[in-house]
Each structure stands twice: as C-alpha cells, then as structure tokens.
C-alpha cells in the first residue's frame, strides 16, 4: 500500500458533465466538481454557501388571474436612485422596489396594475420582449399591438396602454395593378411632388401608402390625398419629366396595407439603437426588421430616404429564419430560429437607410422565449432546442462575429431551459452571474463567468419542495417567481436573493418572540437567534412559529437549503500512469476554509466549536484549514463530499489529501 499527496488549489471549472467522467487528460478535470449543488464559484477560486432567499409576496394562487397561467419578471431602472422588478400575470402587473412589494397602485387600492385592457395573458406572458427609454417601457407580442408602460411622478404611478403609431410601414400582401383612364402630370422628376390625373376620381383617401409606376421610367408613393385627381407624393425613382403621361403608359400600384395589425400579426421583437427603435418579426413578415425615423420612436414609414429616414430590411436566406430577439450592441445584433445576424456598420457611420443591410454570422438559431443576455466580451443566448448556451462575440482577427459554446462542459444542467438572467459583478469576490431557470426539474442553472480570465464555472441551485419558474435582475438584486408545494397546493412566491439570509423564503428582523409565517405553514423551517442555529420547527396550521426563547438582536426563519459538493474521483499522475482503476482510500483532508462555521467531509461533521463554547450562541466564523482523520472505506472513485445541513455560513477554498492505493481488485 502506497500513500500519496495531493490537492485541489480551486473549483474554478465548477460541476463537470458526466460525459466527461474519463476525460481526466483535460486541465480542467483537476479543477472541477462532480456536483455543485447550492454553491457559487467565486473568482478567486473557491466556493461558498449560495444566498438565501427573502420572501417577499404570494401571487394569485386560483382564478383566471392565477399566477399558475403565467408569469414574468421584467426589470426596470427608471434613473440611478429608483430601479423596479416588475412581475407580469394573467392581466396584472406587480411593482417591486428595494425587496418590497409597491401597494395602492395609482390610488386603487389595488397592489397591481390592471393590464386586461392591452390583453397582456397569462398564456402570452412566455414570449413579450420588452425594450426601455427613461420613463417608458415597450413591450411586445405577436398577437398583441405593442404596449408601453409608463412610470409617472411617484413609485406607485403608473399606465399602461397601447402604442399609438404616428405612422406604419406598408406593404403589399395582395398587390394589384390597374390603368386608370385618362393622363396623369408630375409637378416634379423627384423629391416632394404633386401628381395631378385627368380622369375625375382616379384617387381617393385609401390612396395613402399606395403607388403610381410610369412607363418608361418613374415611381412614386402616394403621402397625402387631397382630391379625387391630386395627390402628394415622394418618387422612389425619378420621372422623365413634368409633361403629362399618357393613358396607358402608367398604372396604380394597390394592396398595400399596415404591416402591423389584428389581421397579420405585430411585432414580436423590440430594442433601441443608436436613436432608433427597432421591432423585429412578425406572424406575416417572421424575417423582416423596421427602424424608426431618428428621434421619432413611433414614425416607420420611409419617406424621403434621408439619412435619418426609417430603415427597412428582411433576411433573404436559404433558411427560415424567424426574428425572435435583437439587440443594440457593439452591433445591431438579431438573433432568429435559424441563425445570428447583425447590421454592420464601418467605423462610426450610422445606419442610413443606404447601408442597413443584414449579415449573416452563425447558423444556431436562438430559442424563443429566453431573452439575450449581453456581457462585456459578447452576447450569451440559448440555442434553438434548448440544449447548449452560447456567447455570439466579435473576432478582431476575422473581423466578424463568431459563436462559441459557453457550456461545452456542463451542458448536462441545461434541462430544458426557460428564463435567463444575468447579474454582473459588483465586487471582487464574484463573478458575472448567468442564471438560468428549467423546466424539468425546477432548478437553476448557474454560470459564474470571469470571460476575461476564461473562467466558466457551473453550479446548481435547488430549493426544497419548490421549483424556480422565473428569474430576472434589478441593477444587482436577483429575483426570483418559486412554485412551492405548501401542505399540498402549489403556491406561487415573489423572492429575492439576498446574500445575508441562509434559508429560503424566508423573514428576518430584530427583537422577537415569534414570526408569521403562513406561506409555508405546516412545513418544516429553519430557525436562526441571534445568530445561533435553534432546533427546526413545523409551521403551525395558523401560521405562527413561536421561538423557544426571545431573539435580541436578530432572527431568521426559512426553508432549509441543502448544500453539497463532490469532487471528482481522484487521479493520481504517476510516472508509470494514472491510478484511477485501482482501489483508493482518502485517509486525511485538510480543508482550507474562509469565514466558516459549519463543514461536513464525507458526512463526518467538522468542528468548530471549542471547549468551553456556550451552545447556544453563535459559531465563530473560522478561516484557515481544517483537518480531518479517520476516513474508512476503499473505493475505485475515492471522492471527497463536502455538505452542508444547517443554515451556517460556508466558503471553501482548496482540498489537500492524503490517498493509500491499493493495487488489489
């Protein structure tokens, strides 16, 4: 029997994919865990005990206004003091500020803002796209006319109502020619001009938007009617010259209608870039993108050309490629079902509508649903089945942009996605956090991502008797919709991560004897005095968890939260090659831990508490390396499982062991 040393500096590669479980030639086997459960990669490597939870508010649980239909989280930052998480269901909208449910909405009395005018359902709710300006926000549906909310002069102010277009743009589903009778005179070759027919009644009202085409050479769009032989009108291409066409060598050009309306659909995608607005796709026109006029938001229609004129453009591929998201990048970025483009602009030059054209980068295809998520280094989006996350970045070197696999590694905690967030950094100690909801088994896929290290490291975070539905970020503030089964019945809960809590849906405060909590009566809580873990407690019927004696400085109750993480079988490199088939023991481990108070190693529980220590105080925050002995057991995979079953705090930043082989079978 042979004994060996070795040690695990870091987690930086976070849970590894099982498919990956031979692949112990990769540098990043040495770095990574087999599961990561209820844990955060930090920068610097280690990882530590993920947030708890703060219960916030319940949802509508039953009725055609039941969160069960549908929700969504859509933030909203209004200016640098005042940032909202806004929480979509069936035909209402909450307002959170601060971790705080907004009440008495618009003086109602009402915690909600009726939305059942602008028929923003629950079913619909899956696939809005929303976009911001200052006070407006613009949300979109394909089978919804476009809306914006509106933030008025207090927290508690708002309105909501649809877009009203100052123009939209026109095209032709059923196009038809005729040849009117008589001779028709341009008042100009180009520009601005009037077009007067000689036959009474040529032209009429729904003239507007229509075309008149001359013969050899000249075309123009009808803007303005003013009688039955006059209209006003912009040429796309120059007459000949001002005398009068004959009959019979021009036509009207007719069928064109709003491209955007209850018969052939609306908008599904929405951004602002570079002055404009832009809607992308429709159900009549899925490949076609519109920008607005400069500085006029609500103005589609293309009328002079001018450089600040609305641009109009639609993806002529080999493909179907239905607009599903766009994005104001580096780029005007769209993202489809059958591929990532991006409008590409030289140096500085805006887009004009003589250079908005679409180039094609990759053929993924983004999955519908699940909002882009832009980082400094590029743009993160889920592809089409679900099944891999990927970053959509411009290449210096190709002078293009490229798509490479962001969860190459772990693609195994992609279990058909739904929502996707992203919480960028705000200290040293953490990493931009991508967070990802499933459906299939209500977890959360969590990437701590250091692009410009190349450091991408996976986690999971589960919550008991509860799945996560929905996620979305307020500046630095997660939130959170979990479903929870409470005595039962599933319950809908507005949460919010807070890095100070240990359980989840939880309430905390000061000096008390007791605490409410009815949202999860009849299940089992953790209970925290003054910083000491108390005995776990069964919610009563009626809601109230009594302590067994009264907190004086602070208290937290909540839902347990399990934390477990296991390392990967041990490898160990000799000269004669590896020794991963042969049976090994871990003997010794010293655990290298920063401001922890509780650890268990192989479920053998770690002490940290000292002679002498009063128990029902609070454990001393230790830094520095625990050892522990007497681990038994041979085995060929000999991995070492750190957990946790208290709600205690917990960072862990390298393993040293020790390993006896054992060259039997």
């Known amino acids: 029997m042979a004994r060996f040393v070795s040690i695990q500096t870091n987690f930086s590669t976070g849970e590894l994919d099982p498919l990956l479980r031979a692949r112990v ?10 599961e990561a459960t209820n844990v955060v990669c930090q920068p610097q490597g280690g990882i530590r005990r993920r947030p708890g939870t703060k ?3 319940s949802l509508p649980n039953g009725g055609a206004d039941s969160a069960a239909n549908g929700t969504r989280l859509v933030e909203f930052e209004f200016s640098t003091t005042d940032s909202y998480m806004l929480c979509f269901t069936h035909n209402r909208m909450y307002v959170f500020k601060n971790k705080a449910l907004i009440t008495n909405i618009n003086g109602s009395g009402n915690s909600y803002l009726d939305t059942s005018s602008v028929s923003l359902t629950g079913a619909r709710l899956a696939n809005i ?14 089978d919804i006319a476009p809306i914006k909310f509106v933030r008025g002069g207090t927290d508690a102010t708002w309105t909501v109502s649809a877009i009203s277009f100052d123009s939209i743009p026109k095209y032709a589903f059923t196009a038809s020619f005729t040849n009117p009778a008589g001779t028709l005179t341009p008042s100009a070759v180009s520009g601005k001009i009037t077009l007067t027919a000689s036959g009474a009644g040529t032209f009429s009202a729904a003239s507007v938007g229509q075309y008149v085409n001359a013969s050899p050479q000249g075309r123009a769009k009808i803007v303005k009617y003013t009688s039955g ?109 059958g591929g990532e483009f991006y409008v590409p602009q030289s140096g500085l030059d805006p887009i004009t509508p003589t250079n908005f054209f679409v180039k094609t980068a990759s ?25 891999s996350l990927n970053e959509f970045a411009y290449t210096d070197t190709q002078l293009t942009y490229v798509t490479q696999k962001i969860s190459l590694l772990a693609g195994h905690l992609l279990l058909t996605p739904t929502r996707m967030a992203l919480r960028r950094s705000v200290a040293t100690d953490e990493n931009d956090l991508l967070l990802i909801t499933n459906s299939d088994d209500g977890s959360m896929a969590v990437f701590s991502l250091l692009r410009a290290q190349n ?58 004897a007791s605490v409410s909590m009815s949202h999860v009566a009849t299940e089992e809580v953790n209970i925290i005095l003054d910083g000491a873990v108390q005995a776990n407690q069964t919610v009563p019927g009626g809601g109230t968890v009594t302590f067994t004696r009264s907190s004086t400085t602070s208290y937290e109750v909540g839902l347990p939260i399990t934390v477990r993480a296991i390392t990967m079988p041990v490898d160990l490199k000799l000269q004669t090659g590896t020794r991963i088939g042969f049976k090994k ?9 920063a401001d922890t108070q509780h650890l268990k190693i192989n479920t053998i529980q770690v002490p940290f508490r000292e002679f002498g220590d009063i128990l029902d105080e609070q454990v001393a925050e230790y830094t520095g390396t625990k050892t522990l002995h007497g681990i038994l057991g041979y085995s060929t995979e000999a991995r070492i499982t750190i957990e946790q079953d208290v709600p205690l705090k917990m960072t862990l930043l390298g393993l040293e062991y020790k390993v006896a082989t054992h060259q039997g079978t």
């Open 25 to 34: 030639d990769l540098t990043a086997y040495q770095n990574a865990l087999e």
């Open 55 to 57: 219960y916030i508010t």
């Open 129 to 142: 796209v929303w976009t911001q300006s200052a006070d407006t926000l613009i949300v979109v549906h394909p």
């Open 229 to 337: 032989t006059v209209v006003d009108a912009i040429t796309e291409f120059p007459f000949f010259n001002t005398t009068a066409i004959a009959n019979g060598s021009w036509e009207y050009e007719s069928g064109y209608e709003n491209v955007w309306s209850a018969t052939r659909g609306y908008p599904r995608s929405v951004t602002f870039h570079e002055g404009r607005l832009y809607f992308g796709g429709s159900k009549s026109r899925p490949s076609t993108i519109w920008g607005s006029k400069v500085g006029l938001f609500f103005d589609f229609e293309a009328t002079e050309g001018l450089d600040d004129d609305a641009v109009e453009a639609t993806l002529d591929t080999n493909t179907f490629n239905a607009i599903v998201d766009i994005i104001s990048g580096r780029d005007l970025q769209v993202f489809t079902t």
């Open 363 to 387: 053929r993924n295809g983004i999955k519908e649903g699940i909002r882009v998520q832009q980082l400094e280094s590029g743009t993160l989006f889920v592809q089409r089945q679900g099944k």
């Open 455 to 512: 450091v991408i490291a996976p986690s999971k975070f589960t919550t008991v008797d509860g799945l996560f539905v929905d996620v979305s970020v307020d500046i630095s503030t997660i939130y959170t919709v979990a479903k929870r089964n409470v005595n039962g019945t599933y319950q809908y809960f507005v949460e919010s991560f807070d890095n100070t809590l240990l359980t989840d849906s939880s309430k905390s405060g000061g000096a008390a």
């Open 585 to 593: 023991r871990i003997v010794e481990v010293n655990a290298i831990v």
